[in-house]
C-alpha cells in the first residue's frame, strides 16, 4: 500500500521578528523587516523552490495588530 500523505518538511529554524531579525524601517507606527531565506536554516531540510506554506504565529509575548503589505519569496 502507497502512503498517500506526503512527508511534511520544516526548515530548521523559525524566526521571531524583533529577536532574530530587527525592523529595517519604522515609519508612521509600522515597522517594516525584511527577513533572508538563509534566517530560516532551510538547507538540507528544504529547498526553496519546494517551500509552498508561510506560517505567522502571535508567540504570546505581545498582542500586536500587522498588516502584510507585501510578501515576496525570492529563492
Known sequence: MV?????QQYCFK???LGVDVQPVTAANGWL???V???AFQCS???EPDR???LDFQNIG???CSFCLTGLEIVA
Open 3 to 7: 502512503d498517500s500523505v506526503a512527508k
Open 14 to 16: 523559525e524566526v521571531v
Open 32 to 34: 517594516n523587516f525584511q
Open 36 to 38: 533572508d531565506m538563509a
Open 44 to 46: 538540507g531540510a528544504l
Open 51 to 53: 517551500l509552498n506554506r
Open 61 to 63: 509575548t505581545s498582542s
